[in-house]
């Protein structure tokens, strides 16, 4: 059997059994390859994370993150880009119609194969970490990265030079007002009456067996709408974080006018999934603001505490508002997703005032389980990992 990243990781004494749990489950709520987890937890180096898969997998590592600095562009130009987003790869250098690519899966014998016969050279796989990679993708083939891994490059790894990401919109300075923070009400779990069963006159029922049924089309069913029991089996099911998020956008998108899901970070607020009247908004998971500047999403991660009542106007709450339209609600709840001691995620929902109100029970156990789905996942990892 294959040795697994984190059991060579602890074998060769660079984490331990403890940290590589905590780095499970910062994967599998955040996402990522491990290697990326351990990296942003301070755990290791960037050098450590490829010379130990450089061993696992048994091909050589880039081991300067300067050869990807200025890479020649005829280089370049020997994988499409097309290739290079399928495959995430980035070629490196040709010597004797040998071809170096740095490769996010360099044990991925079908995509050397394919790159092979395209470009006819023979495929060199070669490993680099997950952040480095992307930011080549980024700079040689426009393929833009999430803010998380500009945020880690940023934080954790000296870069050379590279292409310039996708701006964060400046909010329009306003007049900053104090937050006006209302105790969240837990109401008691709404008295649900399942509705009265009709049930037909006896000679109703007995006439059935006599309708041909072949001599009447019936309309098929349409699509039920989204429940909180349908969800709650569709999260029961996830196989990963993007399945949560789904299931939850599906909820909301059609509960709500507008509603989001953040993950709370290094200090930061990143955008995950977001839908406004109906549909989701594109590009969601480019938002990122930090949190030592006043915004709900700072009130909510700081204290663990849900957060309803008017957004305040700060320039970081405007700048979130801007990614739902610019328009100020009337009511904003908040409720943060509280996991590993801390807050992990917060799930926003705005509208009228009554109605979010009647419905915070409802958003409270969607939370709950969404939770659960994660510490789900997080067991299964923990089964295959440990």
Not at 289 to 318: C, M, Q, W
């Given at each position: 059997?294959?040795?697994?990243?984190?059991?060579?990781?602890?074998?060769?004494?660079?984490?331990?059994?403890?940290?590589?749990?905590?780095?499970?489950?910062?994967?599998?709520?955040?996402?990522?390859?491990?290697?990326?987890?351990?990296?942003?937890?301070?755990?290791?180096?960037?050098?450590?994370?490829?010379?130990?898969?450089?061993?696992?997998?048994?091909?050589?590592?880039?081991?300067?993150?300067?050869?990807?600095?200025?890479?020649?562009?005829?280089?370049?130009?020997?994988?499409?880009?097309?290739?290079?987003?399928?495959?995430?790869?980035?070629?490196?250098?040709?010597?004797n119609r040998k071809l170096s690519l740095a490769m996010l899966d360099p044990s991925d014998l079908k995509a050397i194969d394919e790159l092979s016969f395209r470009t006819g050279f023979i495929i060199r796989p070669m490993v680099t970490p997950e952040v480095r990679l992307l930011g080549a993708l980024e700079k040689y083939y426009q393929v833009q990265r999430t803010a998380r891994y500009i945020q880690i490059i940023r934080d954790r790894i000296p870069s050379p030079p590279s292409a310039p990401s996708r701006p964060v919109p400046q909010a329009r300075p306003v007049a900053k007002a104090p937050t006006p923070r209302r105790p969240l009400p837990t109401p008691a779990a709404p008295q649900t009456t399942p509705p009265p069963q009709i049930w037909p006159d006896a000679d109703v029922v007995d006439g059935l067996e006599e309708v041909d049924i072949l001599d009447e089309v019936l309309p098929l069913p349409e699509d039920e709408p989204c429940t909180l029991d349908s969800i709650s089996s569709r999260l029961s099911e996830s196989s990963d974080r993007e399945d949560i998020a789904d299931g939850i956008a599906e909820y909301i998108g059609q509960e709500f006018p507008r509603g989001a899901l953040f993950m709370i970070r290094g200090g930061n607020a990143f955008g995950w999934k977001a839908m406004m009247d109906g549909e989701e908004i594109a590009r969601f998971d480019e938002f990122q603001?930090?949190?030592?500047?006043?915004?709900?999403?700072?009130?909510?991660?700081?204290?663990?505490?849900?957060?309803?009542?008017?957004?305040?106007?700060?320039?970081?709450?405007?700048?979130?508002?801007q990614e739902f339209g610019g328009r100020m609600p009337e009511t904003a709840l908040l409720l943060p997703l509280f996991m590993m001691g801390r807050v992990v995620g917060i799930l926003y929902i705005d509208g009228d005032s009554s109605g979010i109100r009647a419905r915070i029970g409802d958003l409270q156990r969607l939370v709950a389980k969404a939770i659960m789905a994660f510490e789900i996942l997080i067991l299964k990892k923990k089964i295959l990992t440990l």
């Open positions: 059997m294959a040795v697994k990243l984190g059991e060579l990781l602890i074998s060769q004494g660079k984490i331990t059994a403890g940290q590589l749990e905590e780095a499970l489950k910062y994967q599998v709520i955040f996402g990522g390859k491990l290697g990326t987890n351990l990296l942003e937890m301070g755990f290791l180096e960037e050098e450590d994370i490829a010379r130990i898969l450089s061993k696992k997998l048994g091909v050589p590592f880039m081991e300067s993150a300067a050869h990807f600095a200025s890479i020649p562009e005829e280089v370049i130009a020997l994988i499409p880009r097309e290739l290079a987003v399928k495959h995430q790869v980035v070629p490196v250098k040709l010597e603001i930090p949190l030592d500047e006043p915004s709900v999403l700072k009130t909510v991660a700081e204290t663990g505490s849900n957060f309803l009542g008017p957004i305040p106007r700060t320039p970081f709450n405007s700048m979130m508002l």
